[in-house]
């Protein structure tokens, strides 16, 4: 009798604690949330002028003519909408690049996969003189999905076997740079059609028009819905394939639908913002320190905590050096790189 009871106490205290930490989880999105609010307010306060929170509240619900009106809804609005656009998109797509590739060194910046997007952008604005984001929005996805195939091949995946975590980072960082001098020296031979494209190259916000963000969120929205689709499955071949096939988990269809989904958020976040690196890597680590490796949970809140990292980034790259801005891409890697370095010194990184 006593033994049947003890069963029945170890069930109760594991619902008891799987609840717990799902409500901890819950309370932290809805802090998440609420900093990505407050965030989303500096963005709009903080610049070459500073304006202040009564200002930017009136700017917002009137329609008042005046240099602060015309400050907030014609440069800070739309740079933060495309950085709440964008900020999930990188942050998601490195989310989901490390659940499949189960490298947690993995990011659309290290391997490749921006620097293929930006390639294919480059060939369609300095051989094909396109211009538009609509356009060369083709020429983004086509490149990413080539990068993230070939790096997948390259570091070993034509074998029998998968390849392994260290193969396809040393894949994906000589495919970056190889396609990132290949840009450079496009860039170069015709300055002219990549004069407006500069600050676009290492990552940027600034002058941009919510006209160039309508073309690129229906792409950004159905890599999100596919990432959220199979974050389930993640969570189980995160024990191997072998396991996760014995589950009944079709390990091949889930691969994928995962590499569409970074293909569509990487590709579409690089066509608007350019390659901003580092943040598919920060974001779902610093999610796991804290929540756990269960990919669901890391997927929502990547997409809540990306934006606020470079909505912060951003700010930062305005006053910096003001009233000269420095692009996001710049801050993102200054602060990116000394936490890849963290990472590879450490003798465990987080749990995938």
């Known amino acids: 009798m006593a033994a049947s009871k003890q069963p029945k106490k170890a069930v109760e205290k594991n619902i008891k604690s799987i609840t717990a930490l799902r409500l901890q989880r819950i309370i932290g999105l809805v802090f998440a949330l609420l900093l990505l609010m407050v965030v989303v307010f500096l963005s709009l306060m903080i610049g070459a002028k500073p304006l202040s929170f009564g200002v930017v509240w009136e700017a917002l619900f009137s329609s008042t003519e005046s ?187 889930i691969r994928i639908i995962g590499l569409l989904s970074i293909t569509l958020l990487a590709g579409g976040a690089t066509a608007i913002a350019g390659p901003i690196v580092f943040l598919g890597l920060m974001v779902p680590h610093c999610v796991r320190w804290f929540i756990g490796p269960d990919q669901p949970w890391i997927f929502l809140y990547s997409l809540v905590i990306a934006p606020s990292i470079l909505l912060l980034s951003d700010i930062i790259g305005r006053v910096v050096m003001s009233p000269a801005e420095v692009p996001v891409g710049i801050i993102t890697g200054f602060v990116g790189a000394p936490i890849l370095l963290i990472l590879m010194r450490r003798r465990k990184v987080s749990g995938l």
Not at 79 to 108: M, S, Y
Not at 214 to 243: M, Q, S
Request: charged share 10%; net charge positive; hydrophobic share 55%.
């Open 67 to 253: 240099y602060d009106y015309t400050i907030i809804h014609e440069s800070r609005i739309p740079r933060t909408i495309i950085a709440l656009a964008v900020g999930p998109a990188f942050g998601l797509a490195g989310a989901v690049i490390q659940a499949l590739t189960r490298n947690p060194l993995a990011d659309p910046g290290i391997l490749g996969v921006n620097a293929g997007a930006a390639f294919a952008v480059a060939i369609a604005v300095g051989i094909f003189s396109i211009s538009s984001i609509s356009s060369y929005i083709w020429f983004a996805l086509a490149g990413a999905l080539v990068a993230s195939i070939a790096i997948y091949f390259i570091g070993g995946g034509a074998g029998k076997k998968s390849p392994t975590p260290e193969q396809i980072t040393l894949a994906g960082v000589a495919m970056a740079a190889a396609l990132n001098g290949i840009t450079t020296a496009l860039s170069l031979v015709d300055s002219r059609a990549f004069a407006g494209m500069l600050n676009w190259r290492v990552g940027s916000l600034a002058r941009k028009g919510l006209e160039d963000l309508w073309p690129i969120i229906p792409f950004l929205i159905v890599g999100i819905l596919l990432a959220l689709a199979i974050a389930p499955a993640l969570n189980t071949i995160a024990f191997g394939d072998d396991r996760a096939s014995s589950l009944g988990v079709n390990v091949n269809r």
